[in-house]
């Protein structure tokens, strides 16, 4: 029925889901977007030559926010897709004020789920340094009301993602560090306040213990960009078989390695692409 009363009103809206990270994490929001969406096509871009953000300026992480939104929406996608919370906090605002399309973030979509899942009203959350000293979970806590959060930074994390290291001895160490504080204050659910750290749950839950629940924004995201097509009347047909394109501003090799743990056969092709820099108001942006 649904399909039947949206070919009513339009065409089929082949254009890609545009969604970009600081460098492979994002791709944990790819995987469930195209679990849930399979006829979507997906255009993703990592910034893997910059990356991390974590440890930069917000103004600098907003400056390439903007630089690679301008690419992306030069390539005609039609929902952007902020997957990476150090871009959320630094310019998601800016993003959807200038953009002229729905922009989905991440930091909601992880909240709610954690807001659900907690039985004690103590939840944690892990992220970047930039995620952290901004404050944006604990507002966003504070919108949605009933739990106390407790927030720790793990500046190293993301480095061992890119590295393609989620077992070692040095990185658990660095968690058993940064995450004694929360165990300390007894939190039952812990936001993966980073799109990389999903790749690390294993290890995660080692040392929050098996009783905490561990949360990715990832299948919430997903759940919001199915909201936004719908709403904005941007679905493609059931049925189609999309092509899906995955770039990245460093070494396309290091790239494939790492996403094909995270997309199987999705990442078959990778090629790199460089981003050139770009003001707003300029190139694709309204």
């Known amino acids: 029925m649904l399909g039947a009363e949206r070919s009513e009103r339009q065409m089929a809206d082949r254009r890609p889901i545009g969604i970009f990270d600081s460098g492979v994490g994002g791709l944990t929001v790819v995987r469930a977007v195209l679990d849930l969406l399979p006829q979507e096509p997906v255009l993703y871009f990592g910034d893997t030559a910059r990356s991390p953000y974590g440890p930069r300026p917000l103004e600098e992480i907003g400056t390439f926010a903007r630089q690679i939104a ?3 929406l030069g390539r005609d996608v039609k929902v952007l897709v902020v ?7 630094a310019a998601i605002e800016d993003l959807t004020d200038r953009s002229g399309i729905p922009v989905v973030g991440v930091i909601d979509p992880g909240v709610r789920a954690a807001l659900r899942a907690t039985r004690n009203g103590r939840v944690g959350v892990i992220g970047t340094e930039a995620t952290v000293a901004s404050g944006a979970y604990e507002r966003a806590v504070g919108r949605a009301g009933g739990a106390e959060l407790f927030s720790a930074a793990c500046p190293s994390f993301v ?8 077992t070692s001895d040095e990185l658990l160490g660095d968690a058993r560090s940064y995450l004694r504080p929360l165990t300390d204050a007894g939190v039952d659910t812990l936001i993966l306040g980073c799109t990389h750290y999903p790749l690390l749950s294993g290890l995660l839950q080692v040392v929050m213990g098996p009783d905490v629940v561990l949360i990715s924004s990832a299948e919430e995201t997903a759940k919001d960009v199915y909201a936004t097509l719908i709403r904005h009347d941007l679905l493609e047909a059931e049925g189609a078989l999309p092509t899906h394109e995955f770039l990245c501003s460093g070494d396309p090799a290091a790239f494939l390695s790492l996403a094909s743990r995270f997309l199987g056969p999705e990442a078959a092709e990778v ?4 981003v050139e820099p770009a003001e707003l108001g300029e190139g694709s942006w309204s």
């Open 70 to 72: 301008a690419y992306l």
């Open 83 to 89: 997957a990476c919370n150090s871009v959320e906090v």
């Open 159 to 166: 480095p061992y993602v890119e590295r393609g290291d989620t």
């Open 271 to 274: 090629r790199a692409t460089s």
